[in-house]
């Protein structure tokens, strides 16, 4: 079971990055992977983790207040991937991001905002 964080890096202001949630492993076939939400949830240096944006398995989206209108969540069962579309990104989105199916943890990919 393993569960792959990417598309991370460092954006300006303002600007826009998607992250990816990629499931493998025989727990997360696609059939799996449809029936449990995706989660995304960050850690800023010195902070707890937050939980940032979930949709369930029906495709209904969540988010947190901080990133309402900004972030899209996403997902791709047949891909078995989670995506993360960020935008009009502020320095205080600055954190590694982490996706959470089914109880298990991504390894995170960092995401710095700053000019």
């Known amino acids: 079971v393993q569960l792959q964080a990417s598309g991370g890096g460092l954006v300006q202001p303002g600007g826009s990055l998607r992250l990816s949630c990629a499931a493998s492993?025989?727990?997360?076939?696609?059939?799996?992977?449809s029936t449990w939400a995706v989660e995304w949830y960050r850690q800023a240096p010195g902070k707890q983790r937050a939980w940032v944006a979930r949709i369930s398995s029906g495709g209904t989206p969540n988010y947190a207040d901080s990133v309402k209108g900004r972030f899209t969540i996403s997902r791709d069962n047949a891909k078995r991937t989670g995506y993360l579309q960020m935008n009009s990104l502020k320095p205080e989105d600055t954190a590694v991001y982490y996706c959470n199916i089914a109880d298990f943890w991504g390894q995170g990919t960092l995401v710095t905002v700053s000019s």
């Open positions: 492993g025989s727990r997360f076939s696609s059939w799996a992977f």
